[in-house]
Nanobody
Framework: QVQLVESGGGLVQAGDSLRLSCAAS????????MGWFRQAPGKEREFVAA????????YYADSVKGRFTISRNNAKNTGYLQMNSLKPDDTAVYSC???????????????WGQGTQVTVSS
């Protein structure tokens, strides 16, 4: 089992930045790829970014490419999502998840955090 807890969400204005954190406990975090997903009201959960277990490979949704950066610090059992140039369309609950391999498919992730709210005002 891997337990994941997100933090760092909040209310910001368009153009601002936020850094989300995902603290992991339980099984060795460094054994898992990590992904970030988001869900806006009335919409399905969508892929945002993913990173390999060692951090050497990353993958982004087109909607966030160039603005968001995913990273991880396995020594601290923590993953991050740096979000710059935020837009109102980025408003959603952001969740981190762990999987045996890097993927954009939410069904391939075994462990999920509860999520943190990000609200971007115009």
């Amino acid at each position: 089992q891997v337990q994941l807890v997100e933090s760092g969400g909040g209310l910001v204005q368009a153009g601002d930045s936020l850094r989300l954190s995902c603290a992991a406990s339980g099984r060795t975090f460094s054994s898992y790829a990590m992904g970030w997903f988001r869900q806006a009201p009335g919409k399905e959960r969508e892929f945002v970014a993913a990173i390999s277990w060692g951090g050497g490979s990353t993958y982004y949704a087109d909607s966030v490419k160039g603005r968001f950066t995913i990273s991880r610090n396995n020594a601290k059992n923590t993953g991050y999502l740096q979000m710059n140039s935020l837009k109102p369309d980025d408003t959603a609950v952001y969740s981190c998840a762990a999987a045996t391999h890097m993927s954009r498919l939410k069904n391939e992730y075994n462990y999920w955090g509860q999520g943190t709210q990000v609200t971007v005002s115009s």
